[in-house]
Antibody, heavy 121, light 107 residues
Framework: EVQLVQSGAEVKKPGESLKISCKGS????????IGWVRQMPGKGLEWMGI????????RYSPSFQGQVTISADKSISTAYLQWSSLKASDTAMYYC??????????????WGQGTMVTVSS | DIQMTQSPSSLSASVGDRVTITCRAS??????LNWYQQKPGKAPNLLIY???SLQSGVPSRFSGSGSGTDFTLTISSLQPEDFATYYC?????????FGGGTKVEIK
């Protein structure tokens, strides 16, 4: 079964760093892009960025460029989303997702269960 | 960036109703348009990709149409499990932004 399993919920203070993970299984991890999507409480979906684990090619939405870092460790089939200094406005649910098509980063057919990040003093 | 505008932002409908949601792109995206359903507390679920292709396992009451800048998601006969929020997404260019969502509520 193809699946993405994300790390658990996090509660952090402003200014702290954080790295959340997304482990892929049931498919060739290096052959598909993996993206990250933010959903702030009660709000819509925001595309943050995407990485191709095969060669670590990474693209960011301009809205998130410089605010987060996306990486991947293909040896353990895991993608990461990282912050160096969290803000209260980073409080959100974060989803990783994989496109249906290995040749593009289009439609996300496989989603992780989401990681809730809460940033509060 | 290509902006995606959905309408309406919410609607009330009854079981059995035919429901139509529209999505407009700020420039032509050919048929690079996807539709997702999201239920409260759950990850989104892909319904339609490439404007009109039904994702495997999705009921045939869901259909998509359109090309260029104007697209439609239709639910032919609304079922109780279809009450959810629906999002469109363009995958023509980076960043592949989502629309603002349409919440389908019970009348």
């Amino acid at each position: 079964e193809v699946q993405l399993v994300q790390s658990g919920a996090e509660v952090k203070k402003p200014g702290e760093s954080l790295k959340i993970s997304c482990k892929g299984s049931g498919y060739s991890f290096t052959s598909y892009w993996i993206g990250w999507v933010r959903q702030m409480p009660g709000k819509g979906l925001e595309w943050m960025g995407i990485i191709y684990p095969g060669d670590s090619d990474t693209r960011y939405s301009p809205s998130f460029q410089g605010q987060v870092t996306i990486s991947a460790d293909k040896s353990i089939s895991t993608a990461y989303l990282q912050w160096s200094s969290l803000k209260a406005s980073d409080t959100a649910m974060y989803y990783c997702a994989r496109p249906t098509d290995s040749s593009s980063f289009g439609a996300f057919g496989i989603w992780g269960q989401g990681t809730m990040v809460t940033v509060s003093s | 960036d290509i902006q995606m505008t959905q309408s309406p932002s919410s609607l009330s409908a009854s079981v059995g109703d035919r429901v139509t949601i529209t999505c407009r792109a700020s420039q032509s995206i050919s048929s690079y348009l996807n539709w997702y359903q999201q239920k409260p507390g759950k990850a989104p679920n892909l319904l339609i990709y490439a404007a009109s292709s039904l994702q495997s396992g999705v009921p045939s009451r869901f259909s998509g149409s359109g090309s260029g800048t104007d697209f439609t998601l239709t639910i032919s006969s609304l079922q109780p499990e279809d009450f959810a929020t629906y999002y469109c997404q363009q995958s023509y260019s980076t960043p592949p932004l989502f629309g603002g969502g349409t919440k389908v509520e019970i009348k």
